[in-house]
């Protein structure tokens, strides 16, 4: 079999600098809390990067790394708290580590790469910050020959059968070394006779003579290393007592899993360590594979989108059959092939308390980093192109946000001031916020810096509201700081932070109180390239709105439109809901047109509602960059090819917010305050008709309704079932009703309900609306469980259902089901 | 040409490139380093394209001896010099069992 050294040369850098990062997080949680699992963890780590490194003979990385290890074990012994000089070691040797493996290419360069100093440092470190120095096994020649000797043999790759036999048996591996000119009179059939017991007692796998090392010039070295490879229930110790040898050294190359006190010694990875087992199940792929996997699938996609609509244009029955199938499997490619490419945000956010640390120590303040939602997977494309803003953010929080210990101290605040960091899944986007309990915004500093940088005119400052200043943060130019630092004040920030994340079809906003600290929010899409949205048309043109930002499409009804301050609203459930035309955006605006659908968009900063004249469809759009004339216009985020080869453009629903200088999303309730709309919305219950019969529910969150071809609701054995986002669900019976089905009207319209994880369907002839006033139910005993009462609504009745009883009973009755199916 | 020579208690002479080195008690006590600098004096100042050693054992030897023997044996091998052992056939075999004789290109049991 051929080997692919850059395969396998990619797949080390790759390992090395997980380790590092990893090796990173520890030190820093070293600082705060010495954890004896944490030198395990740590020397583990810097282990396997100098076994790694044998492999490409990185001589200057085996050399630090061992080094390392010798300063971490002297540590360990001495068991002392670490001092900051101390962690700063250790980031050091981790810096330059990193900086070695990223010059594995360019071995001159490579060369060039001081390491004594730090291995200097480490020693003087270590003998000035410990008292006890390793104890060595044996007579061990003088170090250096000794950590030579040590450093070859721990590269050396032993014959899988012998590892797979200590796993099979759940045996320690060990190798020994012992020098056999330095056995004292111990003659050649007294060693043969040790070595036969041995052998006898079936822990003997091998032995030789370790060629290269035999040192035979140097005075100072062993004379002739010998080694044995020895497999045993015990640890080494032992069985090195009963052979009776003076050893060299020993490693563990395997070590079995139930023995956690044997964790203390290093092993030599090779990358057989004890959860490699579990890994064998994962496979590296390389990312360029993957995104030539994404594109081809995004093409895909659009052929598909072609396809379909070509199909729908025929009458062909079989052909759509056959198409709807397809359309099926080419979305559950697309995603799986979207999963493919995620990684947990953990990985990013481990890079960031050191950030934190380091940016305290430069300006003087302390901070202590928290993070949440770590383990929220994300596009690893996003995961790198948001790595930049929040090295930015953080930093900020730091700098401009957290005040001095003493101020804070003055203040009644904790000296060191809490950062979090943290990430949420909201409304199919990930929602990435860095909060820091420090001073806030000061909307009259900012106000004022921005008028002396000329970025606005006094006039506009003055009269500018809280929500306009915290904008004025992301002009380009604009710092806080009056002194320029390596850490800020060159005003190249925030306004680089928000290009980078809307060029990822996202949203960066700022909130935040004076003395209340601030709050700098992320909103990304989970994914790029293939976004599901609803494809809409006004002034002659369509547009795409991504469906993470939809709340629901209403139908204008002319009474409720309302005009304030020159600005359109509409009364939505006794609120104003601020409207935006989305033909006058790029002035499209039609006189023979009028809009008559308008969309509900939620942002994490603006709540208001899109006008447009008609829905087309739902789609699952490819994303493509716009070219650079169409980002000058902020509504944007991207353009899209459609089914059938035209292009459309793609919504930004937070960018249209602040083209069209919406307030946040407070400014609705103001108004409907000033409205003097007091009324409570205390319950809010989906209307709709099934046949001849209204019925209604009680909502918490508005569920999905879906427009649904009655044909596609298929009956399996006695149930309904439909396909809904390549699923099978199953649809509630709502026959107890006792509807007058009419069979020249079928249910149109399909309501996703949700629960225990599991999605149910309701079938409706025609949705109605959303009642926000309280009812009066009538209820009788005699009452089925599932239907919670009576009432009536302009003048007709309406049958209340109870959903929560009704989703239970449909699930145990599936559940009843599986017990028949299993029954002998 | 024959050339006979000694160091210390070690007999060793040398044909053209051929080193020939005899080795008995009480070469055998002596101390590893005092050992291997005295087969390096033997192996001095001359193309040796062959070493041919020699032992009068008596089925066993010093684990030094050996160590020394199988350094030689592996540094000639570097330079591309082969090296011959003659040992006992008791302590052939123990060598064999032990895995050093990879050091040597021949080893002759000798009764």
């Known amino acids: 079999m051929e080997i692919n050294l850059k395969e396998v040369k990619e797949s080390f850098i790759t390992t090395t600098h997980d380790l590092l990062q990893r090796s990173e997080a520890l030190l820093l949680e070293m600082e705060r809390q010495v954890n004896p699992e944490h030198y395990t963890e740590l020397l583990r780590a810097v282990h396997t990067i100098k076994g790694n490194a044998g492999i490409f003979e990185l001589d200057s990385v085996i050399h630090l790394c061992h080094a390392f290890e010798t300063f971490l074990e002297e540590l360990r012994t001495a068991a002392v708290p670490l001092s900051t000089e101390l962690i700063d070691t250790g980031l050091t040797v981790i810096d330059r580590i990193r900086s070695l493996v990223a010059l594995v290419d360019d071995p001159q360069k490579m060369a060039a790469v001081q390491v004594q100093d730090v291995i200097a440092a480490m020693e003087n470190r270590g003998k000035t910050g410990v008292a006890a120095k390793p104890v060595q096994t044996g007579n061990a020649p003088e170090k250096s020959e000794f950590d030579r000797l040590r450093a070859h043999t721990q590269k050396l790759r032993l014959p899988e059968k012998y590892l797979e036999l200590a796993r099979r048996n759940n045996h320690y591996l060990i190798f020994v070394v012992i020098d056999l000119g330095d056995q004292g009179n111990l003659s050649l059939s007294q060693l043969h006779a040790k070595f036969k017991a041995l052998h006898k007692s079936g822990n003997l796998l091998s032995l030789g003579v370790l060629r290269k090392e035999t040192i035979t010039d140097n005075p100072a070295g062993p004379f002739m290393p010998y080694f044995l490879i020895l497999h045993s229930e015990g640890r080494a110790e032992a069985v090195i007592e009963k052979l009776g040898l003076k050893i060299l050294l020993f490693h563990y190359f395997w070590q079995p899993e139930h023995k956690p006190e044997a964790a203390a010694e290093p092993v030599h990875d090779g990358g057989r360590s004890a959860d490699a087992q579990a890994k064998e199940t994962h496979l590296k792929v390389h990312l360029d594979l993957l995104n030539s996997l994404i594109d081809i699938t995004g093409e895909i996609v659009l052929t598909r989108n072609a396809l379909v609509r070509r199909i729908e244009q025929s009458q062909d029955q079989g052909l759509a059959a056959f198409t709807k199938k397809l359309s099926y499997l080419v979305t559950d490619l697309q995603d799986k092939v979207m999963k493919t490419r995620l990684q947990a945000l953990g990985t990013l956010f481990q890079r960031f308390p050191r950030l934190v640390r380091e940016t305290a120590a430069a300006t003087g303040k302390k901070a202590n980093l928290h993070t949440v939602g770590g383990e929220i997977e994300l596009d690893k494309a996003i995961i790198d192109e948001i790595a930049d803003p929040l090295v930015h953010i953080i930093r900020n929080a730091v700098d401009h946000g957290l005040e001095l210990p003493e101020v804070r101290a003055k203040n009644g605040k904790d000296e060191a001031g809490a950062v979090t960091l943290s990430a949420a899944m909201r409304e199919g986007n990930i929602v990435i916020s860095v909060e820091d309990d420090g001073g806030g915004l000061d909307y009259e500093q900012i106000r004022a810096i921005a008028v002396r940088k000329g970025l606005v005119s006094r006039e506009a400052a003055t009269e500018a509201s809280e929500q306009e200043v915290s904008e004025y943060l992301f002009l380009p130019g604009f710092s806080t700081k009056a002194e320029i630092t390596t850490i800020s004040g060159r005003g190249v920030g925030m306004d680089v932070v928000r290009s980078n994340i809307k060029k990822l079809g996202g949203s960066v906003e700022i909130i935040g109180a004076p003395g209340k600290g601030s709050k700098v929010i992320l909103n990304i899409p989970q994914t790029l390239s293939i976004l599901t949205c609803l494809v809409v048309e006004t002034g002659g043109a369509r547009f795409v709105i991504p469906q993470q930002n939809i709340l629901e499409v209403v139908t204008i009804e002319k009474e409720k439109l309302k005009t304030i301050q020159n600005k359109e609203a509409y009364e939505l459930r006794s609120k104003l809901l601020p409207l935006v035309d989305t033909a006058a955006l790029i002035d499209l605006k039609n006189e023979n047109s009028s809009a008559s659908l308008f969309v509900v968009l939620r942002t994490e900063k603006y709540h208001y509602g899109l006008t447009f004249e008609r829905v087309l469809d739902t789609e699952e759009v490819v994303v493509k960059a716009l070219p650079q004339f169409g980002q000058e216009q902020q509504v944007f985020s991207g353009a899209a090819i459609m089914g059938d080869g035209k292009i459309a453009l793609i919504l930004d629903a937070a960018g249209i917010g602040r083209h069209a200088n919406l307030q946040a999303t407070t400014t609705d309730r103001t108004i409907a305050q000033n409205r003097q709309l007091t009324e409570l919305i205390e319950e809010q219950h989906l209307l709709f008709r099934f046949h001849n019969v209204l019925v209604a529910f009680k909502v918490v969150e508005i569920p999905r309704i879906e427009s649904i071809d009655p044909k596609t609701v298929e009956t399996i054995v006695d149930r309904q079932v439909v396909h809904y986002r390549n699923e099978v669900i199953p649809i509630i019976p709502l026959s107890f009703l006792g509807a007058a089905v009419e069979a020249d009207k079928p249910e149109g319209s399909l309501i996703i309900l949700q629960s225990a994880g599991r999605k149910y369907g309701l079938l409706a002839s025609e949705i109605i609306d959303l009642l926000n006033q309280k009812i009066e139910l009538r209820h009788d005993d005699n009452d089925r469980a599932e239907i919670d009462g009576f009432t009536i609504v302009d003048d007709q009745t309406v049958v209340v259902l109870n959903l929560a009883r009704l989703m239970h009973m449909q699930m145990n009755q599936a559940g009843e089901r599986k017990l028949l199916e299993a029954a002998p | ?111």
């Open chain 2, 1 to 111: 040409m024959l050339c006979l020579l000694k160091r210390g208690t070690l007999n060793f002479f040398r044909k053209k490139n051929n080193t020939f080195i005899t080795l008995e008690e009480p070469d055998f006590s002596a101390e590893t380093r005092k050992l291997w600098g005295d087969l390096m004096f033997a192996l001095e100042g001359q193309d040796v394209s062959q070493v041919t050693i020699q032992l009068y054992d008596n089925g066993d030897l010093p684990l030094r001896v050996v160590s020394v023997l199988t350094a030689l044996g592996l540094k000639l091998a570097s330079s591309s010099v082969q090296c011959d052992l003659k040992v006992s056939s008791q302590t052939a075999q123990m060598l064999r069992r032990l895995n050093l004789t990879s050091a040597f290109a021949n080893i002759t049991e000798v009764q």
